[in-house]
């Protein structure tokens, strides 16, 4: 078994890895892995993630100057990883929601009891104007204004200056509206103003002022196999994840953010081109090789795949096997060079330690392949 390089992790100063952590994403794992992978592979050139999630492996690629692109199906990913390959000043991003704040109400105030409860009046009539306003802008500002308000738009409720504009709620996922309306009711737990350009000025501030300079790359909303069929580039290593076996929630876990970007006022159940939406394990695997094989034909010769990859306690399903499967059905030159338990990096960091509500998390594997052959 190979072991992989340690990390460099002293080359970066805390506060350029702030940036990455501009919104939680339910499943996302630890920036070491991709710079693990970085920093065994120092030949590479251009990096791929075709289930980017909050585009960790991004991150990692500007942080090693290299140019990266990222794949995936859920707009609350898209909008997060977008952020993490732009470079605009924090007076940029308040200026841009000052302007909008500053243009009058618009939108229209979603109605009920959640709303009532998860925001103050006045904090939910800034959200919704910011909302409104954003949903027509593409600029770097306003995708970095866009970003920040996704990781503020709940979370814990602080002591000192607040960090988040919604009553008490986790902040990695957004809690149902039943449940969430019980709890605040049975906690006594009315919401307070939390002025959204306070915090939107301290979070910018935090994140950007020490970013470290972009090095190019895109992110694509999308499947991954339909993308990476249309794609041009040609890439020499990939760090990915692909959805854990029995994970569906990824959008009604972050119904709010959803509805930030546009998405109904209330929680979407459905699974539309979710990979893990498959009937069955066979389907699964069928599934992933596709993902291997559409990957193969954007890659070098001896380009690195490396995976990591789980599943959920209640799938019943051993996920080295259902990897290693996948891998060989994609019949695209994929040799496997390492497979590992996933427990290099300190326990907490581990990503299916985020599955808490799901239950006690299976071991984490961690795959790497090389292409060998020309794919088909
Ligand atoms: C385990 S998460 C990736 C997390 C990522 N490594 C991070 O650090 O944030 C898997 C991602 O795959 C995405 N996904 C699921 N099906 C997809 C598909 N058909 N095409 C592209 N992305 C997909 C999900 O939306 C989810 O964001």
Redesign the pocket.
């Known amino acids: 078994m190979t072991v992989t390089a340690a990390l460099p992790s002293p080359r970066w100063p805390e506060d350029a890895l702030r940036l990455n952590a501009v919104c939680p994403?339910?499943?996302?794992?630890?920036l070491d892995?991709p710079l693990q992978q970085l920093a065994a592979h120092p030949e590479t050139t251009r990096v791929l993630?075709?289930?980017?999630?909050?585009?960790?492996?991004l991150y990692a690629a500007r942080l090693a100057e290299l140019p990266s692109v990222g794949?995936?199906?859920?707009p609350?990913?898209v909008a997060?990883?977008q952020a993490k390959l732009i470079r605009v000043t924090p007076g940029a991003v308040v200026r841009l929601a000052r302007q909008i704040l500053g243009g009058g109400m618009q939108g229209e105030v979603p109605e009920g009891e959640f709303w009532q409860w998860c925001y103050e009046r006045e904090t939910l009539r800034e959200l919704v104007t910011l909302r409104e306003a954003l949903l027509g802008m593409t600029t770097p500002t306003a995708a970095m204004l866009r970003a920040i308000l996704l990781g503020i738009l709940h979370g814990p409720r602080n002591k000192n200056l607040p960090s988040y504009l919604s009553n008490q709620m986790p902040r990695t996922y957004a809690s149902k509206p039943a449940y969430a309306v019980k709890f605040w009711k049975k906690h006594g737990m009315e919401p307070v103003r939390v002025p959204a350009l306070e915090v939107i000025e301290r979070r910018a501030k935090r994140l950007l002022d020490a970013a470290p300079l972009p090095h190019g790359g895109r992110v694509y909303l999308?499947?991954?196999?339909?993308?990476l069929n249309s794609l041009r580039q040609r890439f020499d290593l990939v760090v990915?994840?692909?959805?854990?076996y029995g994970?569906r929630t990824?959008?009604a876990d972050q119904w709010l953010r959803s509805w930030f970007l546009g998405g109904p006022a209330d929680v979407p159940y459905g699974t539309q081109?979710?990979?893990?939406?498959q009937p069955n394990q066979e389907a699964f695997i069928q599934?992933l090789a596709e993902?291997w094989a559409a990957t193969a034909r954007r890659c070098r010769r001896g380009a690195r795949l490396a995976i990591?990859f789980g599943a959920l306690p209640s799938a019943r399903t051993d996920p080295e096997k259902l990897l290693l499967t996948s891998l060989k059905e994609a019949k695209a030159g994929w040799i496997v060079k390492e497979v590992r338990q996933a427990g290099t990096p300190p326990k907490r960091t581990r990503?299916a330690e985020q599955f808490g509500k799901a239950g006690s998390a299976v071991d984490e594997i961690d795959v790497v392949a090389e292409l060998i052959g020309l794919p088909r």
């Open positions: 994403y339910y499943t996302m794992f630890p892995f993630d075709p289930f980017c999630g909050r585009g960790t492996t794949i995936d199906i859920n609350v990913a997060i990883a999308g499947d991954s196999v339909e993308t990915t994840s692909p959805p854990y994970m990824y959008v081109g979710q990979i893990a939406r599934a993902v990591r990503q």
